[in-house]
């Protein structure tokens, strides 16, 4: 009977292995996403160049005393706006006007001594040819006459100095501008022996704005425009914007010129543009962010930010459909960033759909339900 029960329990063993050994395990299903993917249109472009800079005034005039003497006056208010021919100095006149007097009375003495020699030739003019006056007598008179007039010259070149002299007490400003403060004082001693610096004046409307760009950028701009892929801003003066801290300034300027050679200690190219200044508000020296149209891209790719990931290296990804229908994980590279978009220059091309919501909750290779896709905007003018 034991044997029996023991046989029994084995036999049953042994069936319930195989029973359980010929089921296959199921796979678990794979959990499919839904998504709205937008689909990449490239658009025109302007391409921008974000560059620092600082502000120069148009014009510089650094006043300075021309004549020796003492300063009586100032006649201008420290940071005030002057125009050109405002009086700003007075230096003592007296020494001046004396030398003027002395040179008037040196004028009157040489006319008066042409007047008297060109008397004598008159009279001796008819006697030489009767032979009353010796040809030496007239040669003699004909000679000092001429004298007499080189002096006339030089005393009236004198009256001239003398004039220029006391023209130079009033100082007055060279150019229009904001004259910064007096360098000297009433009573300063100034002039003797060299040009006493007495005061600057800048003309500040307009202003200029000196920046600098890398010279490897203007290749690779280049590059592209010889290949077709950007459009060469064709404007003969480009449009140029400026912030001040961060705050855009609302007047625009105009790319005046870039320099012809690279500086070899930075490999940068200086830029010079203009910008209008009727409020005084660009200060030179003031340190701006200059921004500048070079070109215009024809297939530029814009994403939303929260589109982009960045993984521990650095690399900027993506997550797309890919034509199986499932999350496909791609590097691409990335530009500039226009408001809440980046620009993507490479890894992404026309028709391709971006997953922008949830991108970091997926893993690639999970499968995708697509739907309808957000479209981005038709093609725009390039934005300035």
Partial sequence: MSQFTTGGAALC????????????????????????????????????????????????????????????????????????GDLLFTIEPAPFEAALARAQGALARAEAQVRQAQALVDRYTPLVRIEAVSRQEYDDAAAALQTAKAN????????????????????????????????????SLVGQGESTPMALIQQID????????????????????????????????????????????TARGRLLFSDVSVDPGTGQVLLRAEFPNPDGLLLPGMYVRVSAEQGVDRQAIFVPQRAVMRGPDGQARVLVVSAQGRAQERAVQTGAMQGAQWQVTQGLAAGDQVVVDGAAKIAPGTPLHVKQPDAQAPAQPPSR
């Fill in 152 to 187: 006339r010259v030089s005393a009236q070149a004198e009256v001239k100095t003398a004039q220029l002299d006391l023209g130079y007490a009033s100082v007055r400003a060279p150019i229009s501008g904001r004259i910064g403060r007096g360098l000297v004082t009433e009573g």
């Fill in 206 to 249: 307009p202003v200029y704005a000196d920046f600098r760009q890398p010279i490897n950028a203007v290749l690779k701009l280049r590059e592209a425009a010889e290949a077709g892929h950007v459009r060469a801003g064709g404007a003969l003066e480009p449009a140029v914007g400026l912030r001040v801290d961060g705050t855009g300034y």
């Fill in 13 to 84: 063993l042994l069936a319930l292995l195989a029973g359980c050994g010929g089921q296959e395990p199921q796979a678990p299903q794979e959990q499919t996403v839904e998504v709205a993917p937008l689909v990449v249109a490239p658009r025109a472009q302007a391409i921008m160049a974000d560059l620092p800079g600082r502000i120069s005034p148009v014009r510089v005039a650094e006043v300075r005393a021309r004549g020796a003497g003492i300063v009586r006056k100032r006649h201008f208010e420290e940071g005030a706006t002057v125009k050109e």
